[in-house]
């Protein structure tokens, strides 16, 4: 999913990976995994997007045993987490993201050209049948 390098993308991001977690009955999941990926929408769009001719792409898929989520802009820059005071009101997007996650990680391309965010969380378990 392709989304205009604008802060309504946030909330347009949230909105449709709600639906596609929901349709592939991932509840337990739906809440963390749009809070996280909505703290990585919003970095990409205020700090890897020079305008709102960029975009931000987002993915979502499962493995095995993973939720996994992408998050990509156009920027060329390595992901610099920032501390926080106390009385800040943000640069607590990446820590966010860390307490909320299993793990998450970040790639750029070979050519420089994009950064990748990923973010995983664990599937639920399925207890059916055990014990029987």
């Known amino acids: 999913m392709e989304f205009p390098a604008g ?32 703290e990585l929408v919003t970095n990409a769009v205020l700090h890897g997007c020079s305008g709102e001719r960029d975009t931000v792409a987002m993915a979502a898929w499962c493995t095995t045993d993973e939720l996994v989520i992408s998050v990509a802009d ?8 920032r501390g926080s005071d106390l009385d800040d009101e943000s640069g607590r997007g990446l820590m966010l993201v860390g307490a909320i996650a299993d793990r998450w990680w970040f790639t750029t391309a070979q050519d420089g050209a994009e950064k990748t965010v990923w973010l995983a969380l664990s599937l639920p378990r399925c207890n059916r049948g055990e014990g029987e």
């Open 74 to 81: 156009r920027s060329h820059l390595d992901l610099q987490p």
């Open 7 to 38: 802060l309504a993308s946030v909330s347009n991001a949230r909105r449709r990976l709600r639906e596609q977690l929901t349709a592939w009955e991932l509840a337990p999941l739906v809440e963390p995994a749009v809070l996280a990926t909505s």
